[in-house]
């Protein structure tokens, strides 16, 4: 379902088989029409500095709040990372745990040093668990230095026409050479999305890992929204797939998939200081609206 949702959304944005680096992709102008969405209505302030909310199926703009200014934008920096590794590598290769993941800093899986995990595990603690050490370790196993891997992953945005993002590390961390822009966190997650194997992990509450070692860690998807439960959830819009980030300079920065009454929502927040808060607002302001469409159609007098 969500892979044909977003291929419509990547219409224009990106081919099918991979650009030459001297390529530039169109973003957004050749998109697939369909029919317009009326603007969401957000009725209360939102905290974060920059946002933006588009129709999963037509790519169309529904609210948009400093879409061009860039920030760092702290573990979202993992969708690129991810992506690199999936593009170039066999899910079931194996990767050792290198001593310097252990001295990673910030959120982490606590992988054990010198134990051997497949990238498809990993790349689960990357997404899931947002865990450090993993994308560092991903990182280094597929370009030896992140330096280098760095590099790779800003050739690759140059590729995918996202003008206003540069990275400097696979994790995350602050730095002054490290930032993007709410537009291009957008297009940079729908195309995370377009691949099925990414898409399962961005959208799992939980997995649980083993090393050939035997050892296992259990992680936890670090989007809280991902595990609201509720007898009335059916009836409420609903997160089902995202990817959170938090660092001093970025503050707190989000990419939530929504859904509710049959359409599918993207809405990326950078620098936010209550990113939940925001999302509440925003779900509230989409339920909303389509309570709102289904009132005037139940109001139309037909004869």
Not at 212 to 217: A, D, E, F, K, P
Not at 266 to 271: A, D, G, R, S, T
Request: include cysteine.
């Amino acid at each position: 379902m969500y892979r044909s949702i977003i291929a419509a959304l990547l219409f224009g944005l990106v081919p099918v088989s991979l650009p030459s680096m001297d390529e530039v992709v169109p973003v957004i102008e050749n998109l697939a029409i369909s029919p317009p969405s009326e603007p969401l209505e957000i009725k209360n302030r939102l905290s974060a500095s920059g946002v933006l909310i588009l129709d999963a199926k037509s790519g169309q703009k529904l609210y948009g709040k400093q879409i061009d200014v860039r920030r760092p934008m702290a573990s979202l920096t993992k969708l690129m990372t991810a992506i690199i590794i999936l593009e170039n590598h066999e899910l079931d290769e194996l990767v050792t745990i290198p001593y310097k993941a252990a001295r990673i800093e910030g959120n982490t899986a606590y992988l054990p040093v010198g134990e051997d995990f497949t990238v498809k595990d990993l790349l689960s603690a990357v997404l899931i668990a947002s865990a450090n050490d993993a994308a560092y370790t991903l990182a280094v196993f597929h370009s030896g230095t992140i330096e280098a891997f760095a590099e790779e992953m800003n050739a690759r945005t140059e590729a995918l026409g996202l003008k206003d993002t540069r990275f400097r590390n696979p994790i995350g961390l602050d730095s002054f050479e490290q930032w993007s822009t709410p537009q291009d966190m957008a297009w940079l997650a729908a195309f995370v999305m377009s691949y099925e194997e990414l898409f399962e992990k961005l959208s799992k509450r939980g997995a649980r890992i083993r090393s050939v070692q035997g050892s296992y860690i259990d992680l936890v998807h670090t989007h809280a929204l991902m595990h609201v439960n509720g007898s009335s959830l059916d009836e409420m819009a609903k997160v089902v797939a995202g990817k959170t980030g938090t660092t001093n300079a970025a503050k707190e920065c989000l990419f939530s998939l929504v859904d509710f009454d049959g359409k599918s929502y993207l809405v990326v927040l950078l620098y936010s200081s209550q990113r939940y808060k925001d999302m509440k607002t925003i779900l509230d302001a989409i339920e909303y609206k389509t309570s709102t469409k289904n009132d005037d159609l139940d109001n139309i007098n037909v004869s």
